[in-house]
T-cell receptor, first 112, second 113 residues
């Protein structure tokens, strides 16, 4: 599996965009970038995933660089409820079992 | 539609005792997973299943056993609990080989004294 690197923590003002970076310089051509988050004491929650094109859903946008060596998760208007640990995971989607390997993630603190 | 449920929510065991954690999903998912999470760390995969009657080892399988006798249930067993198994345990499920989202349960907080 490709290794990912994320900053340990970030702060964001409420109502502003939160931009969470992730480096995955050893990513392979068939590996997807997944983002999950974990709000305190709850199970992780899927946010978004992508292969090489930028993706957007009702929760967030995912921007993947052209060389696919890094990506950014964007929460367009962060709220206090977005305070959580955000995990960037790289995985071949069709891999047998599709096991997710979680790193330490980024603690995002949204402040009023 | 309850999604993924876990039983119990909390449990305290003495060293050497045994117990079984139950995970149930009502989404007819093929894949199920057991993870553990220790303070300040990400989740680590214990065991997983790719269908009824199948199980496979994850990153940290030692000291745990699992069974998937019914498609909707995935059981995690501790035969002889140790303090090192104090952790929060999360179960997850996923639809099929082409699906990408894992759905997680609320977790079981286990303390072994």
């Amino acid at each position: 599996d490709a290794k990912t690197t994320q900053p340990p923590s970030m702060d964001c003002a409420e109502g502003r965009a939160a931009n969470l970076p992730c480096n995955h310089s050893t990513i392979s051509g068939n590996e997807y970038v997944y983002w999950y988050r974990q709000i305190h004491s709850q199970g992780p929650q899927y946010i978004i995933h992508g292969l090489k094109n930028n993706e957007t859903n009702e929760m967030a946008s995912l921007i993947i660089t052209e060389d696919r060596k890094s990506s950014t998760l964007i929460l367009p208007h962060a709220t206090l409820r977005d305070t959580a640990v955000y995990y960037c995971i790289v995985r071949a989607s069709m891999e047998y079992g599709n096991k997710l390997v979680f790193g330490a993630g980024t603690i995002l603190r949204v402040k009023s | 539609n309850a999604g993924v449920t876990q039983t119990p929510k909390f449990r305290v065991l003495k060293t050497g005792q045994s117990m079984t954690l139950l995970c149930a999903q009502d989404m007819n998912h093929e894949y199920m997973y057991w993870y553990r999470q220790d303070p300040g760390m990400g989740l680590r995969l214990i065991h997983y299943s790719v269908g009824e009657g199948t199980t496979a080892k994850g990153e940290v399988p030692d000291g745990y056993n699992v069974s998937r006798l019914k498609k909707q249930n995935f059981l995690l067993g501790l035969e002889s609990a140790a303090p090192s198994q104090t952790s929060v345990y999360f179960c997850a499920s996923r639809g099929d080989r082409g699906s990408y989202e894992q759905y997680f349960g609320p977790g079981t907080r286990l303390t072994v004294t």
